[in-house]
């Protein structure tokens, strides 16, 4: 069946711009995750969502990032005024529960802010 | 933040050679997962340990787990170039429900 996708692929942007970035979980994953990767590092948490609410936002960096999950299925990850320091590739995984199961990856979606 | 280190942080060996990572962790863990990504893109799982479990084994690789010094390893045997990739080791810990990343190892695979 179809893996998790996430679009845009690749998204360039000025600083100060409002983007959002989607992500579409494999059908029937009750769980997704947001991480953003930074060259050269692993991939750090920002949010997790169990069915429609977000469980824990806790890694959120700052109010300026916020994520939603409307239907419990796609989720769309929002980022209001970008800085430059918000570049980096950001990854959504979904898995079928929260109980520590194989997280399913997509491809991420490159954020450059210019 | 990253949970730990893993080491070494890159590591170049001909193919047909045996490929060791080794991570470490800070906190207890429920379990502790293994990830490849590459060219930097989506990462795509290659076993889970339970805290429980000391050995594992799938296929060409071989992990272990001592949750004494909080430490992994991760053994891929008869390396291919294909197995050219990043690695990472990812913990599930506590009530938390997401992974904790290390660093990552770069391996590169000599044909």
């Known amino acids: 069946g179809a893996g998790v996708s996430q679009t845009p692929s690749n998204k360039v942007t000025e600083k100060g711009k409002y983007v959002e970035l989607r992500c579409d979980p494999i059908?029937?994953?009750?769980?997704l995750y947001w991480y953003r990767q930074s060259l050269g590092q692993g991939p750090e948490f920002l949010i997790y969502?169990?069915?429609?609410?977000?469980?824990?936002d806790s890694g959120l960096p700052n109010d300026r990032f916020f994520a939603v999950r409307p239907e419990g299925s796609v989720s769309t990850l929002k980022i209001q005024r970008t800085e430059r320091g918000d570049s980096a590739v950001y990854l959504c995984?979904?898995?079928?529960?929260?109980?520590?199961?194989?997280?399913?990856f997509g491809p991420g979606t490159r954020l450059t802010v210019t | 933040s990253q949970q730990g280190e893993e080491d070494p942080q890159a590591l170049s060996i001909q193919e047909g050679e045996n490929a060791t990572m080794n991570c470490s962790y800070k906190?207890?863990?429920?379990?502790l997962q293994w990830y490849r990504q590459n060219s930097g893109r989506g990462l795509v799982h290659l076993i889970l340990?339970?805290?429980?479990?000391r050995e594992k084994h799938s296929g060409r690789l071989r992990v272990t787990l001592d949750t004494s010094k909080k430490s992994s390893s991760l053994l891929i045997t008869a390396s291919r170039a294909a197995d050219t990739a990043s690695y990472f080791c990812?913990?599930?810990?506590?009530?938390?429900?997401?992974?904790?990343f290390g660093s990552g190892t770069q391996l590169t695979v000599l044909p």
């Open positions: 340990i339970r805290s429980n479990e």
């Open positions: 995984a979904s898995a079928l529960g929260p109980y520590g199961n194989e997280q399913y």
């Open positions: 906190t207890s863990i429920n379990n």
């Open positions: 059908s029937g994953h009750t769980a």
């Open positions: 969502f169990q069915g429609t609410g977000a469980a824990d």
């Open positions: 990812a913990t599930l810990g506590g009530s938390a429900r997401q992974l904790t």
